[in-house]
């Protein structure tokens, strides 16, 4: 048996589905950089989403070991305090503050005043003095 030729007519499109085929692929390609396009956006922005969600976690996580240094800070303070209050109680020498209270510094107020210190004249008194030495 002897192969049959093939008819070319048959296989060969016509040049009006060529180029119908041809744009089809080539909106094809359009629409398919046009998604990719998008994608890489999306990608982009997600990206960045992560980057800046990943530096919020970092600021909230030193704020929240900057909140308990804070609040260990404190409850040493008020432990050390808790454990002073019954040595001031015991030892009375400790109650008195290295500041005076009101009523030591009226009378050491009183003590230091030099008893020679002239008397101080209200500003009119002043003036009369001065006009009446002008005028002398």
């Given amino acids: 048996m002897v192969p049959k030729k093939p008819d070319n007519n ?18 094809s390609i359009a629409g398919i950089s046009l ?3 998008k994608v890489r956006s999306h990608e982009r922005k997600s990206k960045e989403f992560l980057k800046e969600s990943a530096l919020h976690e970092k600021h909230r ?5 900057q909140t308990d240094k804070i609040k260990k800070g404190v409850s040493k303070i008020l432990q050390d305090k808790n454990s002073r209050i019954p040595l001031i ?21 009183e003590n230091t005043e030099p008893e020679s210190r002239p008397s101080i004249q209200s500003s009119d008194e002043a003036y009369e003095s001065e006009d009446e030495g002008n005028l002398k």
């Fill in 10 to 27: 048959l296989n060969m499109p016509n040049a009006q589905d060529t180029d119908k085929n041809v744009t089809e692929a080539q909106s």
């Fill in 35 to 37: 998604c990719l396009g």
């Fill in 61 to 65: 996580e030193n704020k929240l070991s």
């Fill in 89 to 109: 109680e015991k030892d009375p020498e400790l109650k008195e503050t290295k500041y005076p209270t009101p009523e030591k510094m009226e009378t050491t107020a």
